[in-house]
T-cell receptor
Framework: DAGITQSPRHKVTETGTPVTLRCHQTENHRYMYWYRQDPGHGLRLIHY???????DKGEVSDGYSVSRSKTEDFLLTLESATSSQTSVYFCAIGREAITYDSGNTIYFGEGSWLTVV | AQSVTQLDSHVSVSEGTPVLLRCNYSSSYSPSLFWYVQHPNKGLQLLLK??????LVKGINGFEAEFKKSETSFHLTKPSAHMSDAAEYFCVVSGKVGNQFYFGTGTSLTVIP
């Protein structure tokens, strides 16, 4: 258990409304990620963060923004939700290697199911 | 560039028979390799991880994976499938920068009673 909590777990929203998903971690890891998972596309990286106020885009960042004002929280905002953003959203943390050769490891939250109608 | 190919999108086995899920990777350096399992409506759970130690890696729930550098493969095996093993499995390779990860497209495992 990597201490990752996503909220809300399920949400239905209307097209054009803003939506914010929250990811909270209890272990103070530097790296946090937001992915979306869709049939036929697997997992795709939306945005990631490598520290407070330090974020960068992933491969499918259009229509999404993120913020990280505290180490433990990473917020994903859909500025104006569209039906194409109906998906399952996973937050993840990167647990950094303890030794130089053990490599970082990524751990996932339970997911947030978003439906845009 | 790094890439991961899961050679089978669907695998069906009978309960009690061996499981083999195949993964090939492409990398210009020595990556870390992972297998994750995802049960329906759940997040991805780490099954096992290879770094640079033993080439045969043991994971949870009786799963193992063998790193073969010459074949650039990291196949996942289990001697005897259980009904609870039915899930989606993802092979993942780390990027050259430690915070990057590249995912395969997944293999759906069905276990037939």
């Amino acid at each position: 258990d990597a201490g990752i909590t996503q909220s809300p777990r399920h949400k239905v929203t209307e097209t054009g409304t803003p939506v914010t998903l929250r990811c909270h971690q209890t272990e103070n890891h530097r790296y946090m990620y937001w992915y979306r998972q869709d049939p036929g596309h697997g997992l795709r990286l939306i945005h990631y963060s490598y520290g407070v106020k330090d974020t960068d885009k992933g491969e499918v960042s259009d229509g999404y923004s993120v913020s990280r004002s505290k180490t433990e929280d990473f917020l994903l905002t859909l500025e104006s939700a569209t039906s194409s953003q109906t998906s399952v959203y996973f937050c993840a943390i990167g647990r950094e290697a303890i030794t130089y050769d053990s490599g970082n490891t990524i751990y996932f939250g339970e997911g947030s199911w978003l439906t845009v109608v | 560039a790094q890439s991961v190919t899961q050679l089978d999108s669907h695998v069906s086995v009978s309960e009690g028979t061996p499981v083999l899920l195949r993964c090939n990777y492409s990398s210009s350096y020595s990556p870390s390799l992972f297998w994750y399992v995802q049960h329906p409506n759940k997040g991805l759970q780490l099954l096992l991880k290879y770094t640079s130690a033993a080439t045969l890696v043991k994971g949870i729930n009786g799963f193992e994976a063998e790193f073969k550098k010459s074949e650039t493969s990291f196949h996942l095996t289990k001697p005897s499938a259980h009904m609870s093993d039915a899930a989606e499995y993802f092979c993942v390779v780390s990027g050259k920068v430690g915070n990057q990860f590249y995912f395969g497209t997944g293999t759906s495992l069905t276990v037939i009673p």
